[in-house]
């Protein structure tokens, strides 16, 4: 399995943007499927699916992020991005990526977190004033 690093979490004011990159180490990401979730608040248990990317290129977002956030890959650095743009309060949260040979449809794997082997640390984004 891979091993990944991320960055690119801080904060930020409402209406900014931020950019997290997942960095693969141990194995080529485009063999994998990439989920970005993060935690709902007040449940360090949890986390929630909302954006995948599949090997084939099919992505799936969120109803609470779609049209804001993008999820995207970079082959030639072994690494996966999530670009947050127009960034609101609820966003708050720690941030994870993940990956795993896919398993079943793009949306299915950011509903399925417990299929992931191989998870970054989290980061932390927080939206505020």
């Known amino acids: 399995q891979v091993q990944l690093v991320q960055s690119g979490g801080g904060l930020v004011q409402p209406g900014g943007s931020l950019n997290l990159s997942c960095v693969a180490s141990g194995g080529n990401l485009e063999d994998y499927a990439i989920g970005w979730f993060r935690q709902p608040p007040g449940e360090e248990e949890e986390r929630l699916g909302i954006?995948?990317?599949?090997?084939?290129?099919?992505?799936w977002y969120s109803n609470s992020v779609k049209g804001r956030f993008t999820i995207s890959r970079d082959n030639a650095k072994n690494t996966v991005y999530l670009q947050m743009n127009n960034l609101n309060a609820d966003d708050t949260s720690v941030y994870y990526c993940?990956?795993?040979?896919?398993?079943?449809?793009?949306?299915?794997?950011?509903?399925?977190?417990?299929?992931?082997?191989?998870w970054g640390p989290g980061t932390q984004v927080t939206v505020s004033s």
């Open positions: 993940a990956a795993e040979l896919p398993f079943t449809t793009v949306h299915g794997m950011c509903v399925m977190t417990w299929r992931y082997n191989s």
């Open positions: 954006s995948c990317l599949s090997t084939d290129g099919s992505t």
